[in-house]
């Protein structure tokens, strides 16, 4: 059984910081296209950063790059996503999804398994 669980949400003011986590058991992070999505009230679910594919690819919305950083430790089978200088706009419930794959995806329905996702307010 695959499971993701994410943790590391919270209240933080604009400006500051917060690294989530996505612990994955059932699946080997390392061979695995691994995402980041959130989805703010009212709002569809938005694509964040993605790693994997062939190359170990690395993509981000254009609204995080330069603040957002995600990564991945093979021995803690763990995502992270590092988010810096954060936002109001940022506020949102941050999911992380996973899919054995070749390639990487903005497309959320191209991911299989998904995380219970973790809450992020930005407080301005």
């Known amino acids: 059984q695959v499971q993701l669980v994410e943790s590391g949400g919270g209240l933080v003011q604009a400006g500051g910081s917060l690294t989530l986590s996505c612990a994955v058991s059932?699946?080997?992070?390392?061979?695995?296209?691994v995402a980041w999505f959130r989805q703010a009230p009212g709002k569809e679910r938005e694509f964040v950063a993605n790693i994997g594919g062939t190359w170990d690819n690395i993509d981000y919305t254009d609204s995080v790059k330069g603040r957002f950083t995600i990564s991945r430790d093979s021995a803690k089978n763990t995502a992270y996503l590092q988010m810096n200088s954060l936002k109001f706009e940022d506020t949102a419930v941050y999911y992380c999804?996973?899919?054995?794959?070749?390639?990487?995806?903005?497309?959320?329905?191209?991911?299989?398994?998904w995380g219970q996702g973790t809450q992020v307010t930005v407080s301005s």
């Open positions: 999804a996973l899919e054995q794959a070749s390639w990487v995806s903005r497309n959320p329905a191209m991911y299989t398994y």
């Open positions: 059932g699946r080997t992070i390392s061979r695995e296209t």
